[in-house]
Every structure is written in structure tokens, then in C-alpha cells.
């Protein structure tokens, strides 16, 4: 049987050099590259991973200031980092490097040094329009704990004749365990953690004291005169205790931090003797919570005569004083998706070890607590920047990026 010639039309179509090969091979291209484009674009969209804790985070080191207390960024101002040191000042860095002049400069009002002074600033969450910030500072000889309001007069510059005074918390008789954080939390009020005066233990469990607790107002004066009293807290109205306190049981909350994404609130609580603990709640277990002290020492009980409190919140990680540990500086749940290793874990550090450190936070308890590596001279704070950046500060005046 006689197979047909092939038609000369059908084999100029299918030639390589054809029109429609040559559309073949476009169309396909096209494809690809449609699918790489494709990927790309999940890539960057795709949720980063919860990091595993190790791997190569490094520090760089961006210049040497006074005693450093704490760092933070300013909304709407994502390329000026403030540094707040401890006799008084708060110098600010424009990519990086400081200006010529500080910010701030209250060293006539502070009271210094040891574990009282300029301790750290907050900016409100309108900032870019109301300028509006806040210092917590020790005054009168170290016998008051303070909040002053400022307004800024430029971007790198405070308006030091704007100054109010928000709140005043006695403290007068011991230096230590001042406490000292400020953070807007996620519902816009602000939140003070003053340490338990330190002399009086129990100032922690009185509901007539403000030392000892997390403290939570609205700044901007109110029925209350100089701010005003969220009607949410658990103390408001006509309930005993005062209406500032959010929480109790606290012995010196030195650093506190909220976390970007969840809005669950982290705190790195000094122990006495033995045990340094961070305590992780949301919003609502927050609310009310008591921490234990001074009946109980992270997951230990102290008082052995004294029940245990009402509401008591476990913390969600302990560690003891062995190894050169000696005090908590609390840090942040990382969020920066460039620095892989940490992202979704909390970041902390001991102020004598000076290692880095980080885990995983989970109301039911903390997991995959791990050394970073990196370590810093005498940490006293962490600070976060604009998109999530991590920075850490040191006693002896470095403060570094972590990346």
C-alpha cells in the first residue's frame, strides 16, 4: 500500500523556522516566564517561617554613647534611631549616625546613677502629627519615679519648655528596682512597669500601691487631671485599688515589649536570689494578672505561709543564676522577616552573661530556649525599629543592629 506524499503546505507549517513554530516557542516562554513571575510573587508574599534559633545573625556596632538605657525608633521618622542614656540625654541617629546635637537633654531633672536615671522613652502612636513623646526618669533625689510629656520642635530636636508631668510614683526608700520601661501598647494607651521599691516586697500584692505592677493610662489629660484612667482596667470605678494598675505581682520589670504582630504582651521580670523569669500574656489574661511575687520567684514559691494569689500567671520561662547569670534584660519577639534565625522568637539576654538568647513564646509554656551566639558586654536593653529592626544597647554605652 502506497503511503500519500505529505502535503508541502503541512511541512512549511511545522518547520522550525514557521510561524506558528516560532508562536509555538513565544507562547511557551511566555509561560515560563509567566510561572517565574508567579513564584516570585508568592515568595514574597509567603508568611516567613518561625526561625529555629540558630545561624548567622551578626552585630554591627553603631557608635558608643553614655550608659545606654534603651532605644527606640519614632513613628513616621523610620530613618532617625533614639538612643536614651542614662544621666539624661537622648541622642538620635539619622541613618545611622548621630547628629550633631541631642535630642533631649534633661540631665538637671535626673537623678543618677546605679539603677536610677533616664530610663526610657515612648513616642505616641500620632507622633508624626502631635510630636507628642514620653521619658521615664528618676527626680528628687531618687525618691520619685516620673513621667514627663515633650513635644518635639524639629525631627531631631525636643522642645525642652514643653515638658508636663504626667504621673509621679513615689520611690523613697531604697535606689533599686525602679523599673523603668514605657511602651504605647496595641489599644494606644500607655503602659509604665515601676519595680516593687524594694525595701517592701509586698508593695507588689497591694493594690493600694503602684509599685510592683504594670501600670496602664491614657496621657492626655483627663477626668483624672494630668491622664486619664482606661474605664477597663481591672481596678476602674468604684473598685478597691487604684485604677492604674493593668497587673500585679511584679519584683523589677526592667524591660517589657509588645509584640507587632500578635499584640501579646512579654515582660523579662529581675529575680531576687535564684530565678529570673518572662512572663507572656494577651491582652485578656494580661488584664488583672498577677505574677506571684513576692510569694512566689518564677515557678518557686518563696512564701511558704502566704496563699497563693488570686489570678497568679505562671511564667512561660525560667532560668537560674548559674553560669554568670544575674539579672534579665527582656527583649523582643523578632519580627524583622531579614533576620531569619530569630523571626517568631523572643529575644533576651542576661545582663552579666551577655549572651544572646531567644525562644519560642507560647502561653503554655516556652520552648526551644537556645544561645544565639553573639554576646554583648553588660546588655541593659533591646529596641525596635522601624520595620521590625532589632537593636541592642549596653552599660557600657555600644549599641549595635542586629542583621
Known sequence: MRVPPRSPNRARLAAPGS?????????????????????????????????????????????????????????????????????????????????????????????????????????????EQSGRFYVYYTTDGGAVNRVDEFRRADSTTADPASRRTVIEIPHPTASNHNGGQLQFGPDGYLYIAPGDGAVSADNAQDPDSLLGKLLRIDPLPGNAGAYGIPPDNPFAGSKPGLGEIYSLGLRNPWRFSFDRKTGRLAIGDVGAGQWEE?????????????????????????????????????????????????????????????????????????????????????????RKDRALGPTVPFPTTFGEGAHGRIYVGSNNGGVWKLK
Open 278 to 366: 518572662v512572663n507572656y500574656e494577651t491582652a485578656s489574661t494580661a488584664k488583672g494578672a498577677n505574677f506571684g511575687w513576692p510569694v512566689f520567684e518564677g515557678t518557686h514559691r518563696m512564701d511558704q505561709g502566704a496563699p497563693e494569689p488570686a489570678n497568679h500567671q505562671l511564667p512561660i520561662h525560667e532560668y537560674s543564676h548559674g553560669g554568670a547569670n544575674c539579672a534579665i534584660t527582656g527583649g523582643y519577639v523578632v519580627r524583622d522577616p531579614k533576620l531569619k534565625p530569630l523571626y517568631g522568637r523572643y529575644l533576651y539576654a542576661d545582663l552579666c552573661n551577655g549572651g544572646l538568647r531567644s525562644l519560642v513564646p507560647r502561653l503554655e509554656g516556652a
Open 19 to 127: 510561524v506558528r513554530a516560532r508562536l509555538a516557542v513565544r507562547l511557551s516562554l511566555l509561560a515560563v516566564a509567566a510561572a517565574a513571575l508567579g513564584a516570585v510573587a508568592a515568595a514574597a508574599t509567603a508568611k516567613p517561617k518561625l526561625g529555629d534559633g540558630v545561624g548567622e545573625v551578626e552585630l554591627r556596632k553603631l557608635g558608643d554613647f553614655n550608659q545606654v538605657t534603651h532605644v527606640d525608633n519614632a513613628p513616621g521618622f523610620n530613618g532617625l534611631l533614639f538612643v536614651v542614656e542614662q544621666p539624661g540625654k537622648i541622642t538620635v541617629l539619622r541613618h545611622n549616625q548621630p547628629v550633631g546635637h541631642a535630642f533631649l537633654n534633661i540631665e538637671d531633672l535626673v537623678h543618677c546613677c546605679g539603677e536610677q536615671g533616664l530610663l526610657s522613652v515612648a513616642f505616641a502612636p500620632d507622633y
